[in-house]
């Protein structure tokens, strides 16, 4: 792996960062990224025109277009088309330019919205998706079959290895802060920081906090997903199967909106009150990974809820408080 030319799309990117960082620590130095300005991986030209020109060896497909609930509500077609765009084009220029390894990062949103708890692999197109976020579940899905009918179909003859996980919430350092347009935790460390400085009396959050959640710490992550690429190709079978290949990626526990709301306020410092608005959409009722997959492989988080939320925090103040939108 060191001696391997990898490209990390979407290296901007929480989890691209992540990888990124965690690459560099195993002194694997024959990276390549691009920005989006650099190169638009919605263009099919120029991304064919980059794997001819760099032929990595090795893709971490880390770049998608993402966002919380009300950003999927608001923009649907703009994430259906811009994934499937952005995973078509990069999975077919890594295979046309000789790319042996490629790894598609997924979302937990691909399962079904009343999936069995936890979720497992085998829970994907077993029933309606959660209509929050269903183009942008569909076009997960088709990436992980991407990757899976490539393998079918060229796998033995050209020798290519290509492999998706699917991580539950994310959260950590480089996480979208937005205002809008944020998942729940950056969302709440955000509003949570804003009425401490602003010494208001309550915050108000949308539902009515009781869904579950699992949330994992990107770096733990990014730490997967090197796992998961550097699996021996008898160990990754013997796990896997042809049309079921893709590996869940979670924390291993779940914790109600509710309760997430009062650690994110602990962790920031504020003493107001948490006010639920019940009017505004809960989402899928609960969302816990099966993890046994990827913990038959050999990989495990490492870094807790609580300690991930304050380096989280630290992050914030540091790079985004005083950012504007």
């Known amino acids: 792996m060191k001696k391997s030319k990898i490209y990390i799309s979407g290296h901007r990117g929480m989890v691209g960062s992540a990888i990124f960082r965690h690459l560099v620590e195993e002194d694997c130095f024959n990276i390549v990224t691009r ?15 980059f794997f001819v ?10 770049a998608a277009k993402v966002g919380g609930i009300h950003a999927n509500n608001t923009y649907p077609a ?14 077919d220029a890594a295979f046309c330019s000789g790319v042996k390894k490629l790894l598609f ?4 949103c691909i399962y079904p919205k ?3 708890q936890p979720m497992g692999e085998d829970a994907l197109l077993t029933g309606p998706l959660e209509s929050t976020n269903e183009p942008y579940a569909v076009a997960k899905i088709a990436g992980i079959k991407l990757c899976e009918s490539y393998n079918r179909q060229y796998g033995e003859s050209h020798g290519i290895d290509y492999r998706s996980v699917m991580p539950t919430n994310l959260y950590g350092p480089g996480d979208n802060y937005h205002p809008e347009n944020s998942h729940v935790i950056p969302a709440l460390i955000r509003r949570f920081h804003e009425a401490k400085v602003a010494n208001a009396s309550s915050v108000t959050i949308w539902g009515t906090g009781t869904p579950m959640r699992e949330f994992l710490y990107v770096d733990d992550m990014a730490a997967a997903c090197i796992h998961v690429m550097n699996l021996d190709n008898e160990t990754y079978r013997r796990h896997t199967q042809p049309m079921l290949s893709h590996i869940n990626v979670g924390y291993g526990e779940d914790i109600s909106i509710r309760d997430l709301a009062k650690i994110v306020s602990r962790t920031v410092g504020y003493k107001g009150d948490i006010v639920f608005d019940s009017s505004k959409p809960d989402g899928t009722p609960r969302k816990l990974m099966d993890s046994s997959r990827l913990s038959r492989l050999g990989w495990q988080a490492m870094i807790s809820l609580e300690d ?5 925090y630290d992050d914030f103040k540091r790079n985004h408080a005083t950012k504007t939108y």
Do not use: C, W
């Open 35 to 49: 920005t989006h300005e650099e190169l638009d991986l919605s263009d099919q030209a120029s991304v064919r025109d």
């Open 53 to 62: 020109s760099e032929k990595p060896d090795q893709v971490y497909l880390a």
């Open 78 to 91: 703009a994430f259906i088309y811009q994934n499937l765009m952005i995973q078509a084009n990069v999975i």
């Open 105 to 108: 990062l997924g979302s937990s």
């Open 114 to 116: 009343f999936a069995s």
């Open 308 to 312: 991930g939320l304050a380096i989280a």
